[in-house]
Nanobody, 127 residues
Framework: QVQLVESGGGLVQAGGSLRLSCAPAGRTSSSYAMAWFRQAPEKEREFVAAISRSGGITDYADSVKGRFTISRDNAKNTVYLQMNSLKPEDTAVYYC????????????????????WGKGTPVTVSS
């Protein structure tokens, strides 16, 4: 069992930045393709960004392209989500996710096809 531990959420004003971190406790993050999803109040969980095991491939939801950057430092066993130019509509609980293999269908992937989920970290963007 892999426990994903997220950190970095909080309250920020519109236009500001936050950096989320995710580390798989007890396992090497380089063994997994990693992703971030988010769920806003009364909305379904949605894909945000993903990164391959080596970090050589990334994918983003259209709503965050140009504002968010996913990266990983396998030496530190950590995946990051740098969020810039935040908007009130980015307010959500952000979840880290891991699966062994890359997919081109992150946005439509059933949650059951994700091997591990974190407990989430809340992000609130005030207007």
């Amino acid at each position: 069992q892999v426990q994903l531990v997220e950190s970095g959420g909080g309250l920020v004003q519109a236009g500001g930045s936050l950096r989320l971190s995710c580390a798989p406790a007890g396992r090497t993050s380089s063994s997994y393709a990693m992703a971030w999803f988010r769920q806003a109040p009364e909305k379904e969980r949605e894909f945000v960004a993903a990164i391959s095991r080596s970090g050589g491939i990334t994918d983003y939801a259209d709503s965050v392209k140009g504002r968010f950057t996913i990266s990983r430092d396998n030496a530190k066993n950590t995946v990051y989500l740098q969020m810039n130019s935040l908007k009130p509509e980015d307010t959500a609980v952000y979840y880290c996710a891991a699966r062994p293999f890359w997919t081109t269908g992150w946005a439509t992937l059933p949650s059951t096809d994700i091997d591990y989920w974190g407990k989430g970290t809340p992000v609130t963007v005030s207007s």
